[in-house]
């Protein structure tokens, strides 16, 4: 099975920056794809950003311009670069990846716990 660790979280004013960084690790896994969604009280939990094995990225339209995906493939890490921060970005951001796993022969998605960020008014 694939674990997630999420860091890079935070409180930060308008304006400022984070970087959000989730490593996966395990044992007889490939990554096919990782990412990050964000969840606020009373709404559901949206895309942020995705990128693939092959190093193509979505984004939301919210954070275009502003937030940037990458991978370090040797580490198994994703990364959020976010700039320009808003209040409205305010929220639990959840790192997301799917993988192969070569143990159950299938393609498995899982969740981290989950990371606060805070922008400050």
């Known amino acids: 099975q694939v674990q997630l660790v999420e860091s890079g979280g935070g409180l930060v004013q308008p304006g400022g920056s984070l970087r959000l960084s989730c490593e996966a690790s395990g044992s007889a896994f490939s990554i096919y794809a990782m990412g990050w969604f964000r969840q606020t009280p009373g709404k559901q939990r949206e895309l942020v950003a995705t990128?693939?094995?092959?190093?193509?990225?979505d984004y939301a339209d919210s954070v275009k311009g502003r937030f940037t995906i990458s991978r370090d493939d040797a580490k198994n890490t994703v990364y959020l670069q976010m700039n320009s921060l808003k209040p409205e970005d305010t929220a639990v951001y959840y790192c997301?990846?799917?993988?192969?796993?070569?143990?159950?022969?299938?393609?498995?998605?899982?969740w981290g716990q989950g990371i606060q960020v805070t922008v400050s008014s």
């Open positions: 990128i693939t094995s092959g190093g193509s990225a």
């Open positions: 997301n990846v799917r993988y192969y796993s070569s143990t159950y022969y299938s393609t498995v998605v899982t």
